[in-house]
């Protein structure tokens, strides 16, 4: 079953292809590229890789306006790029996702064109029309301010068509079974070429009703099952990691009540939460949330994150938590987006602490799932706010500090690679981090390290403990007799904290695998633990002893 569920003790990595590394000097990343750096991803520890969208695309929304699925962009190179590259990582222990984008397509896609030339055609229905414009076609759109509407007039046909994002991107109609047939020839296809599963992108959007008439829309969770069942007959530990910004009481209607459906969904409420306590130093929501969430199939899995390719999305916090995000965080106008979220990336928003920076990872790293790493993270980018929307924390991997920070050879990248400023590529880059071994960089790799040696976190179950302090987070992992008690100092001034770990004997002694401060209890039980500001603890309880006389039970 270990071996089977491997995405439980798995790191993943999310990289962009046209901003990772070029390899041809045109500009733009490429598979040749990435293939090149499979090394350093190896290195780092990271055991699956997500790919961004990296289909044939008009680009207009990098890349997840899709204009053929069956092909690679030709910037990034060739469908024998692409194997090569899944061989390659195979062959160092690294699996691929790639995105699937299907809630959409593009405008230009040959199905849309045909939809909208012809009312007769075979794809007509591959799409959501409307004679008139329905009267709720000012209502739920995911770019607030940007988009105006849900309902475009096509004058081709005369007709709207519904698009839940930007108006060059139609829904397709998922509930046709033509469209889901599709879906899985699409999924059958990329398994056959090496991937080892689905990043779905907008399920929520990809399952629920669509139509003029629908106000409410309902999902079609069966809709779920037919996918999963079709990747477990293709290729039985192939998986979906869903996008699915929900409310805890739907989770299990994603997972399915006995893990028919998701195999991995993201974890939204935790994230929300965890960046209101590193705001305001008040633990009590996160610890919350983690509760809330608690609740999974066996086979589920959480993916942990801190930030993504879009905006950080504090739309379910409250408006007192999201203004105090705000206002530590993005404080200006131009740092947030969409009237929910701040588009930065996380070391600017920490205000480039280093402290709090590796408290931010050490967190999620400890967090119950599986931690998703994005590119550029490991060493701290910055970004770029003069570029619009999302795109100012989607700049070019810094990989030296030659030109272009060492990205590409051309002088005309895909975007302007970060060179001003404390977050340059002059500054902060990976050639500089690994000569240094207090670097961010290097520090990675060891968490990395430290987070797949403790299964407890992927497969066990958890608790929060009461340290005492709003500002302390305190969680103990449990998993085939074995215990991991994990803390998290978020004020910015020391603290001393009591607790209990709640394992009698086993709990007396906590042997510190992240440092050397090891903690014995006291004749209470209680252990007194002194946390430097935004400081963390790992340790497994028990001690040697301990472990040693239960090996011999």
């Known amino acids: 079953m270990i071996n089977d569920l491997w995405y439980k003790n798995a790191v993943f990595y999310c990289l962009n292809v046209e901003s990772f590394m070029d390899s041809n000097g045109d500009g733009v990343g490429d598979f040749q590229g990435v293939q090149r750096r499979l090394d350093y991803l190896a290195g780092l520890g990271v055991t699956a890789i997500w790919l961004m969208p990296f289909q044939a695309s ?51 896609h040959p199905w849309f064109k045909e939809a909208r030339a012809d009312k007769n055609s075979r794809y007509r229905d591959w ?34 068509y519904f698009h839940r994002f930007y108006e060059f991107q139609p829904d397709l109609n998922t509930a046709n079974p033509h469209v889901q047939a599709e879906i899985l020839k699409i999924m059958g296809f990329w398994l056959q070429l090496g991937v080892s599963g689905f990043r779905m992108d907008a399920v929520p959007f990809v399952i629920a009703e669509k139509g003029a008439d629908v106000t409410k829309p309902k999902e079609q969770f069966d809709m779920l099952r037919s996918f999963r069942e079709f990747l477990q007959w293709r290729q039985g530990d192939s998986i979906i990691l869903a996008e699915a910004n929900v409310v805890p009481k739907e989770n299990l209607q994603y997972f399915g009540d006995d893990g028919d459906r998701m195999q991995m969904m993201f974890n939204f409420h935790v994230n929300q939460s965890l960046f209101y306590a590193l705001a305001s130093a008040d633990v009590r929501p996160l610890a919350k949330a983690m509760n809330e969430t608690k609740e999974r199939p066996a086979t589920g899995q959480w993916g942990i994150f801190l930030r993504n390719h879009d905006e950080l999305d504090l739309g379910r ?121 207090d670097s961010m960089l290097n520090w990675t790799e060891r968490m990395i390290r430290m987070r797949k040696e403790a299964p407890e976190i992927g497969w066990g179950t958890f608790e929060c403990l009461d340290t005492g302090d709003d500002g302390v987070l305190a969680m103990r992992y449990d998993w085939r007799d074995n215990a991991l008690v994990i803390l998290h100092n978020f004020h910015d001034r020391p603290v001393e904290i009591t607790f209990d770990v709640g394992l009698k004997d086993a709990g007396k002694n906590l042997i510190d695998i992240a440092d050397d401060s090891d903690s014995t209890a006291d004749e209470k039980g209680k252990h007194h633990i002194v946390i430097e500001p935004y400081g963390y603890r790992w340790y497994r309880a028990g001690g040697l002893d301990y472990l040693l006389k239960r090996s011999e039970v």
């Not at 207009?60 to 194997?83: A, H, I």
């Not at 995911?142 to 509407?149: A, S």
């Open 58 to 108: 008009p680009g207009r929304d990098d890349g997840y306006d899709v204009s053929d699925y069956y092909n690679v962009d030709p910037r990034y190179g060739t469908l024998g790029d692409f194997v090569e590259f899944t061989h390659s990582a195979k062959q160092r222990g690294i699996r691929v996702l790639i995105d699937l984008v299907v809630n959409h397509t593009s405008d230009e």
């Open 127 to 160: 799409y959501v029309w409307s004679k008139t414009k329905p009267a709720n076609a000012d209502e739920g759109m995911v770019f607030p301010g940007i988009q105006k509407t849900t309902w475009t007039r096509d004058k081709a046909s005369g007709e709207y």
């Open 317 to 437: 916090l409250t408006d007192k938590q999201r203004q105090t995000v705000f206002d530590k965080m993005g404080p200006d106008k131009d740092m947030q987006l969409y009237d929910r979220g701040i588009r930065r990336r996380l070391a600017p928003m920490l205000g480039g602490d280093p402290r709090r920076l590796k408290l931010a990872y050490s967190l999620m790293y400890s967090l119950p799932g599986t931690p998703v790493l994005r590119y550029g993270d490991e060493i701290g980018m910055g970004d770029d706010l003069s570029l619009p929307e999302r795109n100012c924390a989607r700049t070019p991997m810094q990989w030296s500090n030659e030109p272009q920070g060492g990205f590409t050879k051309s002088d005309k990248p895909i975007l302007p690679v970060i060179h001003e400023g404390p977050y340059g590529f002059d500054h902060v880059n990976v050639a500089i981090q690994r000569r240094d071994p």
